[in-house]
């Protein structure tokens, strides 16, 4: 049971590249969203897709995009890596608004 | 004030012990409550929802207090493997989910 699967698990970037974290999730969820975790935090939603072309900003937006093109993926973008950006990356999908959130396992970003 | 505070932990506690967290919320309209598990490094997962008559789960009770925006989740006889932290999970209506910062709990053989 692959459930969601985020890729990479780590990386190390320097400021200003850009790179994409990959989520994909296999329960054929129409909901799908990006937390980052951050020390003493709670996690903090970044965007968020109610299905396949639907996407909205959460909490915190500034410096990431996202697509959903299809059902099973919805992958998150950093357009210009800012060290403020380290973080721990969680991508989740839930079968309906007010259902359990199943989360990826992770993926650690340092901007240096 | 944090829309959603949790007790500072971390808790230490023996094997055996029972342990009680408390979960504040600021506001009224919130619709959905939960616990979240996280072990050290891992992804949060579902421990249990938190309906409003309370319920049960095993060894963990969770607690919702509307009228005081209080929630609570109580573990008895607390075992090695229950060391994590414990998350605090609101729903306040559409996409909004707020997250308390967690607690960490310690327990000891």
């Known amino acids: 049971n692959a459930g969601v699967t985020q890729t990479p698990k780590f990386q190390v970037l320097k400021t200003g590249q850009s790179m994409t974290l990959q989520c994909a999730q296999d329960m054929n969820h129409e909901y799908m969203s990006w937390y980052r975790q951050d020390p003493g935090m709670g996690l903090r939603l970044i965007h968020y897709?109610?299905?396949?072309?639907?996407?909205d900003q959460g909490e915190v937006p500034n410096g990431y995009n996202v697509s959903r093109s299809t059902t099973e993926d919805f992958p998150l973008r950093l357009l210009s890596a800012a060290p403020s950006q380290t973080s721990v990356y969680f991508c989740?999908?839930?079968?309906?608004?007010?259902?359990?959130?199943?989360f990826g396992e992770g993926s650690r970003l340092t901007v240096l | 004030r944090k829309e959603v505070e949790q007790d500072p932990g971390p808790f230490n506690v023996p094997e055996g012990a029972t342990v009680a967290f408390n979960c504040t919320y600021s506001n009224s309209a919130s619709q959905s409550f939960f616990w979240y598990r996280q072990d050290c490094r891992k992804e949060p997962k579902l421990l249990m929802s938190v309906y409003s008559s309370g319920n049960e789960d095993g060894r963990f009770t969770a607690q919702l207090n509307r009228a005081s925006q209080y929630i609570s989740l109580l573990i008895r006889d607390s075992k090695l493997s229950d060391s994590a932290t414990y998350l605090c999970v609101v729903k306040e209506g559409g996409f909004k989910t707020i997250f308390g910062a967690g607690t960490r709990l310690f327990v000891k053989a």
């Open positions: 897709s109610v299905g396949a072309g639907i996407t």
């Open positions: 989740a999908s839930s079968i309906s608004l007010a259902g359990e959130l199943f």
